[in-house]
């Protein structure tokens, strides 16, 4: 009896774990739904880098020697997430800033493709993908570099 009774507790463990990784897998997995909004809002350009979480080429894109004054705003939503006043020159050939408008606009989270590990930004309210964060921005300004797809943004020239 205590045998068949540690069986059960261990397959209990095992079952409500597994209930769990389901439970917080489906707060980040896109649904059928998700998709088909973002497909009919997005160009296929914004939905690769988006959804797909692509990137595109560096010194190939809308934004990445962009020097005019205004705000960059989310491609899927329209949320202010960067300035111009925190843009520079990173040398990559990507849009890079040294920090959000809004942090509570933004989340990061572990990227662990291409066999190694980036710190991925996403629009908060809906887990899109804008880019990645990085160490390596200029010290004088808190060594951040936020090194944004420009099919992520739109720019509002002010």
Request: proline share 4%.
């Amino acid at each position: 009896m205590k045998k068949l009774a540690n069986i059960f507790f261990v397959s209990s463990i095992i079952l409500f774990g597994c209930q769990q990784m389901n439970g917080q897998g489906s707060k980040t997995k896109t649904t059928q739904v998700q998709v088909d909004k973002w497909k009919n809002k997005l160009s296929p350009n914004e939905y690769d880098i988006m959804v797909n979480k692509g990137t595109e080429p560096p010194f190939k894109n809308a934004y990445w020697d962009n020097h005019q004054k205004g705000i960059y705003v989310s491609a899927a939503t329209g949320e202010v997430l960067f300035s111009s006043d925190d843009k520079f020159d990173s040398g990559t050939g990507w849009p890079s800033f040294v920090k959000p408008v809004n942090a509570g606009k933004i989340a990061v989270v572990t990227d662990d493709s291409y066999g190694m590990e980036r710190t991925e930004v996403v629009e908060k309210s809906t887990g899109l993908h804008l880019g990645h964060v990085f160490d390596d921005g200029p010290a004088d300004r808190g060594g951040k570099r936020y090194c944004m797809n420009s099919g992520a943004l739109k720019f509002i020239k002010q």
